[in-house]
């Protein structure tokens, strides 16, 4: 079947303009996960969205970032203002609604953002 | 210091085994993971140890976990050419991933 997908799979934009990157998670998962992969940095948790219930947005840097999730599916990260240092990966990955141990996350191929 | 880590770079000759390790801090996650990721694809979950676990073993990999050193390993015996990678450790369950920064595997034919 379909795995996560996302889109775009390379950005290149430049230094102040917005970004939007999207998440097209497995049909059916409830849960969704955004990460960031730089260089230096590894790879480092975002935002997680489980169902209804609100956000864990813990890992957002800084408040130009902020993600949505429509219907419960498809999510949105965009990123306001971009800055040279937000150039990294961003990877996506959802889980099913009853997640059994050990709870395996699937991943995405990853957007490239590079801010010129 | 970083909570979960792992040395950066591992190269071995293709037959010999790869012993890839990680360590961390924060003990309360109730799995460890390891995740491959190769040129251009997204991450995949290649193994994983519940906490409780001393040691797993698949095929060709072996997971060693030394919970009073915090102490995680992956073994891959028989390396193959196809195995050069980046391997992550990661710990969690049910809840976002905390990642090392990745070990790059090359493996020399």
């Known amino acids: 079947g379909a795995g996560v997908s996302q889109s775009p799979s390379n950005k290149v934009t430049e230094k102040g303009k917005d970004v939007e990157l999207r998440c097209d998670p497995i049909?059916?998962?409830?849960?969704l996960y955004w990460y960031r992969q730089s260089l230096g940095q590894g790879l480092e948790f975002l935002i997680y969205?489980?169902?209804?219930?609100?956000?864990?947005k813990s890992g957002l840097p800084s408040d130009r970032f902020s993600a949505e999730r429509t219907g419960g599916s498809v999510s949105t990260l965009t990123i306001q203002r971009t800055q040279q240092e937000d150039s990294a990966v961003y990877l996506c990955?959802?889980?099913?609604?009853?997640?059994?141990?050990?709870?395996?996350?699937?991943f995405g191929p990853g957007t490239r953002l590079t801010v010129t | 210091g970083e909570d979960v880590e792992q040395s950066l770079f591992l190269s071995v000759r293709e037959g010999d085994s790869s012993v890839i390790n990680c360590t961390y801090t924060?003990?309360?996650?109730?799995?460890l993971y390891w995740y491959k990721q190769e040129p251009g694809a997204g991450l995949q979950l290649l193994t994983y140890?519940?906490?409780?676990?001393d040691m797993k073993q698949d095929q060709r990999l072996t997971v060693l976990l030394n919970k009073k050193d915090k102490h995680l390993s992956l073994r891959i015996a028989d390396t193959q050419t196809g195995d050069s990678a980046i391997y992550f450790c990661a710990r969690g369950g049910n809840t976002p991933l905390v990642f090392g920064k990745g070990t790059r595997l090359s493996v020399i034919a």
């Open positions: 140890i519940f906490s409780n676990m």
């Open positions: 990955a959802s889980s099913p609604e009853r997640v059994l141990p050990p709870y395996e996350q699937y």
């Open positions: 924060d003990s309360s996650s109730t799995y």
């Open positions: 049909s059916g998962h409830t849960a």
């Open positions: 969205f489980q169902g209804n219930s609100a956000p864990d």
